[in-house]
């Protein structure tokens, strides 16, 4: 019977010394592991903002900003120049999704076409509609307020397709 005696302590001491001399590999590929995850991730959001920017033919991005400022003031000064301003606002969306090749006879179209891949597209149709309205309504008067939240719309919109 005393040859069954297992002395527990002993027993205890070498798996205590095995599970630290394991575990310290073991720590390490973890840390390795997510540190390898962490930057993949990194490196998809980085390309997916990279790639996410269209191509356009024609009109670059930098005329485009620099279209907007001019947009911009245009239309903080009078209630004229708020309707000037919303008019090239809407001709701006209008060409920079012409040099996204999206495909369309008017801006109506394209902006249709081009809500699919942005549906945030949605809210920029209450700027075009009151476009409409400024062109072909003689009578149709203009708040400063409904030109405020146009030209912010347009500007959503302008950044939505990653133009602006």
Do not use: C
């Amino acid at each position: 019977m005393n040859d069954q005696l297992i002395d527990f302590n002993s027993i205890v001491g070498v798996a205590q010394v095995q599970a630290s001399g394991n575990g310290l590999p073991y720590l390490a590929m973890i840390v390795v592991a997510v540190v390898v995850l962490f930057v993949l991730a990194s490196l998809i959001v980085v390309a997916r903002r990279f790639l996410s920017r269209p191509e356009l033919h024609g009109m670059g991005r930098e005329e485009i900003g620099r279209r907007w400022d001019e947009i911009e003031r245009i239309g903080a000064g009078s209630v004229m120049g708020g309707k000037m301003a919303i008019v090239e606002a809407d001709k701006l969306l209008d060409t920079a999704l012409k040099s996204m090749a999206i495909p369309g006879e008017t801006l109506g179209e394209r902006l249709k076409f081009a809500g699919y891949r942005y549906p945030e597209l949605k809210k920029v149709w209450f700027a075009h509609r009151l476009r409409n309205q400024l062109v072909h309504e003689t009578s149709f008067e203009l708040s400063h307020a409904q030109a405020k939240k146009a030209l912010a719309d347009y500007r959503h919109a302008l950044k939505t397709i990653n133009v602006l």
